[in-house]
């Protein structure tokens, strides 16, 4: 990675500077100084069930209470709050509706063309409930998972949380994901319905989505969807199946306002969200009710401090994770007002998002460092248009954030008196893993600082000892905590090895590692390198480089393919793929054209490689390996050093350096 995009060793190990809690915030805030932190943080180490299972009855409302905390008797397969019985729709809506919450904004909605709709709680529940009636009228059922392929509409947390409310696990499918895409994960997790939109706005065009759900659905290729549910929102002409399509206007407008949410077991699936690793395809990490509710609610809680008139904003999309647990499930479940935004940046109005921080009075923001860099990189003038005094806290999420954006962005967004929360943690993690805590913790430039109470956060070496302050390892997780993934969908072996047993147990000890480097400075502080396995984060989202590899051996011209992360300023990574062709081929514009719309037709646009390189090999070691390591210095022009002794042929390197 390069040095002013990320967090290279001498950066991190230069970045003196260091933020101290303001008062304001701290006489305020849920935990209010570094030895409450502290405090509390020993209290989860010495009995970590009583210290969970406290938060657990103090902060959510249970049908049945449980009668068991954690289940670690076989891991890495864990159980909480075995017994228990609560739904995650009812803590978010039901539980507000006898308080002051009740007629308090939930949800205030912005579309890209500027139309606002705002919920109540009073009136969110309403929507969810009549939503939960109609999937039952069409037959889904408790234990039924309906996906999601939506654009940033409030139906589509309506949906989430109507699921959430008669046991329907949702899967969530990022709508920039192509049709293919949608179609593997409709048949992996054997959905029964899928929601989605004709469209949505997307830089000031309408962009169809129901197309992509018919072509998912061609030819019966998933038999198990029976309906399809469109919301209508762009108003373009799109086809309807008779007895497969309905409207949701029509479907939901009848049904009735009251449906009882259903009691669920703690263990039981809330939803699946496929994301990418190192091998294989995406996997669905799969996520149940109670630990994921508690989490979620204790992390948005103790991070964004929330207070009764904050109006919180997080810019993600709810395809992702961050949009699961920071838009809608905890905020909703600590009855805060979440904002939800259709669009992005874009020409026509590059000062967007601070326009709508002005209009609603945003008080936290939550967004990636790829988007402050990209602001960062226009100035200063567009967001000193705006007013943004309501700012009173700002978060980032997604990738490592460089210094002089954490700067920048406390400067010139924050007007210098907003604490920022760098918060580090993954779709397995469920919720915020490592972050500041805005009253107590002090803040250096970007580190995540701290692990949340009851985590125990480690940098470890491959045999899962601790490495000394200074120096680099694996980001690594100890002991279980409520949030975590309980497996990947229809693989637990794969849940097994990727993520417990990566790190050999020693003494029968499992700890957690998902693919990041680390390293912890002599105050404790972790600073998150980035992803040590193959996967590329492009603008703070995840892919697999085994995907887009795959992705371009199916193209007809293609014989193999390597694809590798090349540091990138404004996205932090960008894709390069190097390639070898079927003879006959050229290697012009119009095949390297055609390459990348074939890759954003089976993955997304989000997967389009930047570039495409071309040689007669690829560099191998003797058993056939490909040696990522040399592409990755040649796509990003440094010199390749290291050993290159074990490479097959040496002349490929020559070759792909001319
Ligand atoms: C990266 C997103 C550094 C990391 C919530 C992780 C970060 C991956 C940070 C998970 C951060 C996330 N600092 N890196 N604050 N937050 N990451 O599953 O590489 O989409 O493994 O979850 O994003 O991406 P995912």
């Not at 949030?483 to 417990?500: D, L």
Request: glycine share 8%; net charge negative.
């Amino acid at each position: 990675m390069s040095s002013d995009s990320s967090n290279t060793i001498e950066s991190v190990l230069q970045e003196q500077r260091v933020f101290m809690p303001a008062d304001e915030i701290a006489n305020k805030a849920s935990i209010g100084s570094l030895s409450e932190y502290k405090h509390l943080a020993e209290l989860a180490k010495s009995d970590p069930d009583k210290f969970w299972g406290d938060a657990a009855r103090k902060e959510l409302h249970w049908f049945e209470p449980f009668n068991k905390v954690l289940d670690w008797s076989n891991p890495p397969f864990a159980t909480w709050f075995q017994g228990g019985k609560m739904n995650l729709s009812y803590n978010c809506l039901d539980r507000h509706l006898n308080s002051s919450k009740a007629d308090k904004e939930a949800l205030i909605w912005e579309g890209e063309p500027g139309d606002v709709r705002r919920f109540t709680y009073r009136e969110l529940y309403v929507e969810v409930c009549k939503t939960a009636n109609a999937l039952k009228a069409i037959g889904i059922k408790k234990g039924d998972l309906v996906a999601l392929y939506m654009p940033m509409v409030p139906e589509a947390a309506i949906a989430m949380l109507a699921c959430a409310r008669i046991g329907a696990p949702h899967s969530v499918v990022f709508g920039g994901f192509s049709a293919e895409a949608l179609r593997d994960r409709l048949i992996d997790g054997e959905a029964k319905a899928v929601i989605t939109a004709d469209g949505g706005f997307r830089k000031d065009k309408a962009v169809l989505l129901k197309p992509s759900v018919d072509s998912a659905l061609e030819g019966n290729a998933c038999p198990s969807v029976d309906s399809v549910i469109v919301v209508q929102r762009t108003n373009e002409n799109v086809n309807m199946k008779s007895n497969r399509d309905y409207w949701w206007h029509e479907l939901i407008s009848p049904q009735s306002a009251e449906c009882n949410a259903e009691p669920m077991e703690s263990e039981d699936r809330l939803f699946v969200l496929y994301t990418s690793g190192s091998t294989g395809k995406p996997k669905g990490v799969v996520h149940t009710t109670a630990g994921y509710n508690l989490w979620t609610h204790l992390t948005f809680k103790w991070i964004f401090d929330i207070r009764d008139e904050d109006v919180y904003w997080c810019t993600a999309d709810v395809g992702w994770i961050t949009g699961h647990s920071y838009i809608i499930y905890g905020p909703l479940s600590n009855g805060a007002t979440t904002v939800m935004y259709e669009g992005a940046p874009r020409p026509s109005n590059p000062g967007a998002f601070w326009e709508l921080i002005q209009k609603h009075k945003i008080s936290i923001f939550y967004t990636a460092p790829t988007a402050i860099r990209a602001f960062m990189k226009s100035g200063r003038t567009v967001p000193d248009q705006y007013d943004m005094t309501s700012l009173r806290l700002l978060g980032t999420v997604g990738e490592p954030i460089n210094p002089e954006a954490w700067i920048w962005y406390k400067d010139v967004i924050g007007g210098g008196r907003c604490p920022i929360v760098d918060t580090w943690w993954q779709t397995e993690t469920g919720g915020v893993m490592i972050s500041p805590l805005p009253g107590a913790t002090p803040t250096k430039p970007g580190s995540a600082t701290l692990p949340l109470p009851g985590i125990e956060a480690d940098v470890v070496d491959a045999e899962g000892k601790s490495v000394e302050a200074g120096e680099g390892g694996y980001l690594v997780v100890r002991r279980p905590w409520p949030g975590m993934m309980r497996t990947v969908h229809g693989n637990p072996q794969r849940f097994r090895e990727s993520y417990w047993e990566y790190i050999k147990p020693v003494d029968g000890k499992h700890i957690y590692f998902a693919g990041d480097g680390a390293r912890r400075d002599a105050d404790g502080y972790f600073w998150v390198m980035g992803r040590v396995d193959d996967v590329i984060n492009v603008s703070g989202h995840r892919l697999g480089t085994m995907e887009i590899e795959s992705a371009l051996v199916s193209h007809p011209a293609v014989s193999e393919a390597a694809v590798v992360g090349r540091p990138d300023e404004l996205k932090g990574e960008a894709i390069v793929a190097f390639v070898t062709l079927e003879s006959g081929r050229n290697f012009d514009n119009a095949l390297i054209n055609d390459l990348k719309v074939h890759v954003a037709l089976e993955i997304g646009a989000i997967a389009r490689p930047e570039e495409i390189k071309s040689s007669d090999a690829l560099p191998k070691t003797r058993s056939g390996k490909i040696m990522r390591r040399i592409l990755r210095a040649l796509a990003s022009g440094e010199e390749v050093s290291g050993d290159t002794s074990t490479l097959e042929d040496r002349t490929v390197l020559d070759k792909l350096r001319a």
